[in-house]
């Protein structure tokens, strides 16, 4: 019997998906935490949502998503006030790595609409208190840590950081309290410099060292990634170059499903060394060029 389950925790969201002329295209559950476990269900993985939603016809959106993946989303509470939506505006070109735009402000009404719960749920559910728990977060909200810090059962913290405006508020300290904890980072391009800077390391290879993370991956989009490991107790770093398909539709979710298909690896191997990366990466490589290939950040089961 399988025993381990992921999870996420925070606020639901949706992604409303724009064409270059802001003609809307499709709504669908969004959110990379919430990608991450929706692929990881698909994958036939034990998922489970902690977190808010608002009343509206959104939630009843990202609530579906998920459960029609399989997601057990019986933990996440009601909340008085609109579900959280990510404006997702697709160029009509052939897309570089940076060309998609994600806002929070809707850009038909330049509404604000992203609103962040600081009443989630902060508890295990006690079906999962005998369970191997991975848990994956890409925000940092005290709420967050909270729930990081009530968790009594065997876990490892998944962390897949993609986005500045989700730590460039917060200080070294309140930030190394949640790196402190974790065990596999996944990072890109746009946010290494400003997370860099914050904790005060001076590199991929010293953020590694001072953390003393498991895994540690630097995702380039196009050209690759770098991998930092430990194999026979020596710091490992490979660089590893991607197939790149020829027309890209969407790049939104991409990094997503890298870094879901790398978690699942993770769970399941008995160690890390040269071999699980080189396999992993070819995984997780694939798994990016299906979101790549079509509108939208969730393959449909």
């Known amino acids: 019997m399988n025993n381990k389950v992921f999870i996420s925790h925070g606020d639901l969201i949706v992604d409303k998906i724009y064409d270059g002329d802001l003609n809307f295209i499709k709504q669908d559950g969004g959110g990379c935490n919430w990608n991450d476990l929706y ?93 191997e728990v991975y848990v994956i977060l890409d925000k940092f909200l005290p709420v967050n840590l909270a729930f990081l810090k009530n968790l009594k059962v065997a876990h490892k913290i998944c962390l897949d950081v993609g986005h500045i405006r989700f730590f460039e508020h917060f200080t070294k300290q309140y930030l190394s309290s949640f790196f402190e904890m974790a ?41 690759g990634a770098t991998y930092i490991f430990r194999e026979n107790g020596e710091i490992k770093t490979i660089d590893l170059s991607p197939k790149i398909i020829s027309t890209v539709v969407d790049s939104s979710g991409a990094g997503d499903a890298f870094f879901s298909r790398t978690l699942r690896e993770y769970a399941y191997a008995d160690k890390i060394d040269t071999e699980f990366v080189t396999k992993t990466f070819e995984l997780a490589n694939k798994a990016s060029r299906d979101i790549l290939s079509q509108v939208g950040s969730r393959i449909k089961k």
């Open 39 to 131: 692929n990881l269900s698909i994958m036939g993985e034990d998922c489970y949502a902690i977190g808010s939603v608002g009343n509206d016809n959104e939630a009843t959106v990202a609530l579906n998503s998920l459960r029609n993946s399989g997601v057990n989303v019986d933990n996440v509470i009601t909340e008085n006030k609109k579900t959280n939506i990510m404006n997702i505006i697709i160029p009509n070109k052939d897309l570089n790595d940076n060309d998609v735009i994600h806002s929070w402000y809707s850009p038909i009404t330049l509404e604000y609409t992203m609103s962040f719960s600081n009443n989630l749920p902060c508890t295990l559910p006690k079906e999962l208190e005998t369970k």
């Open 183 to 223: 065990n596999f980072i996944q990072l890109n391009e746009n946010v290494i410099d400003l997370l860099f800077q914050r904790l005060q390391v001076n590199d991929l290879l010293d953020f590694f060292e001072h953390f003393s993370f498991d895994l540690l991956i630097l995702t380039k989009g196009k050209k």
